[in-house]
């Protein structure tokens, strides 16, 4: 959708903040209740609790017939088990929600910027000992370009808050996919 501005989750349901996020809480409930029993089935004992306490609000994406919502890393289950991607159908949004055009199939773009934003993930985990001291890692965004098979270029956007000052920073790294994974040439700081 070109309107200018990014849609916050409540206008793309076309609901109150609190009623988006109760019906995405419910979904992801549901969905998970209908994998409890199978072979790798990975969710923590606790996961109503966590769906309901740690969703950002920011975790979703238009997809060709749904809207994927999901979890970070670690929230859910165990890393083994991946990003936690659930889906709500277009249909299940509330009727104020605005409707979504059709979108071409991006299942190659959606697993770039998964890829990234774990990418991104561990490269703030490593910032932790001290490279990159001043750079926001809490507070950040990132936009992918030069988008090919096996290349892309990744763009970070944050501050930096040094004793100088505040002042925005452009993080930029090329990604490549080396056997089926995507990489960063180097780290990001």
């Known amino acids: 959708m070109d309107i200018g501005h990014r849609l916050d989750l409540s206008e793309v ?3 109150s903040m609190e009623q988006a996020l ?4 419910s979904e992801a409930i549901a969905q998970i209740k209908t994998a409890e029993g199978a072979e790798d089935f990975f969710y923590y004992e ?7 306490n740690s969703f950002k609000s920011e975790d979703f994406l238009l997809a060709e017939e749904n809207l994927l919502f999901f979890y970070q890393y670690y929230t859910l289950y165990p890393y083994v088990g991946g990003y936690p991607v659930f889906h709500l159908a277009y249909d299940q949004r ?3 929600a605005p409707a979504v055009p059709p979108i071409a199939n ?3 773009e959606r697993e770039l910027y ?3 934003g774990h990418l991104l993930d561990r490269n703030r985990d490593i910032q932790d000992g001290g490279m990159g001291y001043y750079t926001n890692w809490n507070d950040y965004r990132f936009a992918l370009s030069d988008i090919t098979s096996t290349n892309a270029r990744l763009t970070v956007y944050t ?3 040094s004793p100088a000052g505040r002042e925005d920073e452009t993080l930029t790294v090329k990604l490549e996919k080396v ?9 990001v700081y």
């Open 114 to 116: 998964f890829a990234a």
């Open 179 to 187: 056997d089926g994974y995507w990489v960063m040439e180097r780290m």
């Open 106 to 108: 991006q299942e190659e």
């Open 94 to 96: 509330g009727a104020a």
């Open 46 to 52: 606790d996961y109503e609790q966590i769906v309901r």
């Open 159 to 161: 501050e930096s808050n």
């Open 13 to 15: 349901m076309g609901l």
């Open 22 to 25: 109760a019906k995405l809480y």
